[in-house]
């Protein structure tokens, strides 16, 4: 067969630059140079053991999104509740109030959570959770764009602002942050009483669960229960919490919850196994902690994370994944140019000398880095995995999964703290 046959199947294709993906299914001509005569960097990204390790699981994955899928739906159907009549205002006039907090520890996302603005003595500051904030040593603050993105659009593409750790209360699980030019517009949550709060009304959450960003959810307070202790594996908690049936998970930790008169009555934290047990710690520890005098700030390594599929359940930090096998020799692969501006920018690999290329290497950028790597294993002429890496500092963090092989992608993989164990998948 003639190479350019096989060539229509793995040429590449510069898209838009606001988005990462690279699709390389999207091609039709390339213009090819010669063979390589050089090894190309040394990245993780070029050892390809992780998408390979994720294309054995294909079939697996996808029958467990669908377990998880009939989960939420049973789950959502048990935890319906009547509509509000004016539960729209709470999230009109609040949802610009409740901001997306990132987690950095060595300038990578460890942890994600919600937090809220309230004034505090004429001034703009945040309130979250301890665990939201434990460990890192830079937290990334992101308020409501004009138009909806997914997590990863937000944290790669959206600008965000930089925060000061204020102050801490770690039995009460509480965190204060500060944020240099907030816009105005932003406005303060105001308080309820917590002598008000009673089993039977109506409880309002907005935040981010699962990375499912701005989501509001209603449910019934199930009781108040005063000083109530809980622990993640690591550290133990005392405060006085509502127990309520709005849905939250992990991402919605640091959020508000809302009265139907719109006031804040308490502050998202945890979840426990079974059905609607949901907590939050209560308005009135919020406010204590407010009015808290600072204490000095300790710096302590995290030994935990929360892990993002199992609830709230926590476990120890993964270590990063490194590359044993350094730099690729690519001195036998087709060099192609794939924008014909001629730059090479793309390998192609046929290390069994059948003609077809099982392997494809592009240089999105052409900076000298590989950001993308494409697998046919069956050697079919259609990738199964495409990995790829987004920020460019030379770890993959997102992978397109073909699953039935017909040139459209069926999952995409996120590996948000790049430690080589995929994190989140998401059905096409």
């Known amino acids: 067969m003639n190479l350019k046959l096989f060539l229509i199947f793995i040429l590449f294709l510069f898209i838009s630059n606001k988005s990462n993906a690279f699709d390389i299914r999207d091609v039709n001509s390339a213009k090819v140079v010669s063979k390589a005569s050089y090894a190309v960097n040394d990245t993780n990204l070029i050892d390809v053991e992780s998408a390979e390790i994720l294309l054995e699981n294909i079939y697996e994955l996808n029958e467990a999104l669908k377990i998880k899928e009939k989960e939420i739906i049973k789950n959502n159907k048990n935890r319906s509740q009547p509509k509000f009549k004016g539960a729209e205002d709470i999230y009109d006039d609040f949802s610009e109030s409740v ?14 959570g919600s937090g809220f603005v309230i004034n505090n003595k004429g001034k703009l500051q945040i309130i979250t959770n301890w665990h939201v904030i434990d460990g890192a040593d830079q937290l990334n603050v992101w308020i409501k764009p004009k138009n909806m993105v997914d997590e990863s659009y937000l944290i790669s593409k ?39 709060i009673r089993p039977g009304q109506t409880s309002f959450a907005i935040g981010h669960p699962e990375g499912l960003l701005w989501t509001f959810t209603s449910g019934m307070i199930s009781q108040v229960r005063p000083n109530y202790n809980w622990k993640y594996e690591g550290s133990r908690h005392a405060a006085n919490v509502i127990q309520t049936q709005a849905a939250i998970n992990p991402g919605n930790s640091g959020g508000p919850l809302f009265n139907k008169n719109k006031e804040l009555i308490g ?162």
Not at 99 to 112: H, L, M, S, T
């Open 158 to 196: 959206v600008e965000s602002y930089n925060a000061k750790l204020i102050k801490v209360n770690k039995t009460k699980d509480l965190a204060m942050l500060e944020v240099e030019n907030l816009p105005i517009r932003l406005k303060p949550i105001t308080y309820g009483k917590f002598n008000k």
């Open 267 to 428: 502050l998202n934290t945890f979840t426990s196994e079974g059905e609607n047990l949901n907590f939050a710690i209560a308005i009135n520890d919020v406010i204590d902690f407010i009015n808290e005098k600072p204490k000095p700030l300790k710096k302590k390594k995290s030994k935990y994370i929360q892990k993002k599929d199992k609830g709230n359940t926590w476990i120890k930090k993964k270590k990063k994944k490194k590359s044993e096998k350094g730099s690729i020799d690519l001195s036998e692969a087709i060099e192609v140019d794939m924008n014909k501006n001629g730059t090479i920018d793309g390998w192609l690999v046929d290390a069994n000398n059948n003609g077809i290329y099982e392997k494809v290497y592009a240089d999105k950028n052409e900076d000298g880095v590989i950001e993308i790597v494409g697998i046919d294993k069956n050697e079919d002429n259609n990738f199964e995995v495409i990995l790829f890496d987004t920020n460019n500092n030379g770890n993959p963090d997102e992978a397109e999964i073909d699953e039935d092989e017909d040139g459209v992608t069926d999952v995409i993989a996120y590996d948000y703290n790049e430690d080589g164990e995929w994190d989140k998948f998401k059905n096409v």
């Open 99 to 112: 901001v997306f907090i990132g987690n950095r520890k060595n300038k990578r996302i460890q942890g994600v």
